[in-house]
């Protein structure tokens, strides 16, 4: 067994279709560390991290789930070095790119959220493609957050509100929960159930910052390259165990 993969942890009952998430939240984290532990380049964890994310998105449509959003680029991660964001740009063209091929086997709409005008036009376009290829396909969604944050989500939406007050299409009074949540980038899905963060770290990041208010969270001290189906198996079991009241009893 090459020294990179971890041994396969016992496998866990599978939880009963009824008590799975709809949506998963999945912050892909850890990749830095796992290739520093190696005495690898950062880079390189992002690419283990990327092969990870394929055989989770794969696994979640094998079993059922409806949705699943994975946080693949923050607003905050331009603060990293140059070379860095490159090498994950280039990634995300290469999964772009052999996904386009791929995708027109798999049952799974692809989506991206976040603010484009800051990446490259290339890349945009790419998403734009992954994006009409797959309109069409009724299997699970897979939303991919890029240069996404959970607060300028948030701006946005509140800015977009603002115009139509100001232009007298709307008026304040009538600005409720659902009209602002019918202005995220994730409008007309369901809040995720379960948002997964390995890596050992407790925050959300700015992930899904409004979408989250009744997740369930699942902490792993797994690092994300590390990262597999039986660790999800055993986070949708410990999901599958929570009892979700939404302020009632
Ligand atoms: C997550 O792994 C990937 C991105 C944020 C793009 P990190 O690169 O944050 O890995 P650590 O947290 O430094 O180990
Ligand atoms: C969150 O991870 C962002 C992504 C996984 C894309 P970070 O590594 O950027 O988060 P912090 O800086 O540890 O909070
Ligand atoms: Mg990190």
Known sequence: MPPFFKKKTKPIQPVEPERLPRHIGVIMDGNGRWAKNRGLPRQAGHV???KVFRTITKYCEKIGINYVTFYAFSTENWKRPQQEIDAI????RDY???SL???KKENIRTLFIGERSALAPDIRELMEEAEASTAHKDGMVL???LNYGGRDELVHA????AEDVKAGRLSPDDIDEER???RLYTAGQ???DLILRPSGEYRLSNFLTWQSAYSEYVFQDILWPDYRTEDLDAALAEYARRNRRFGGI
């Not at 740009?89 to 995300?92: K, Q, T």
């Open 96 to 98: 772009l790119k052999e």
């Open 180 to 182: 602002i949540g019918r």
């Open 101 to 103: 091929r791929d995708f």
């Open 143 to 145: 939303n991919i957050a």
């Open 158 to 161: 509140v800015r977009s509100l």
């Open 89 to 92: 740009m280039d990634l995300l």
């Open 190 to 192: 369901p809040d995720p």
């Open 48 to 50: 283990y991290g990327a």
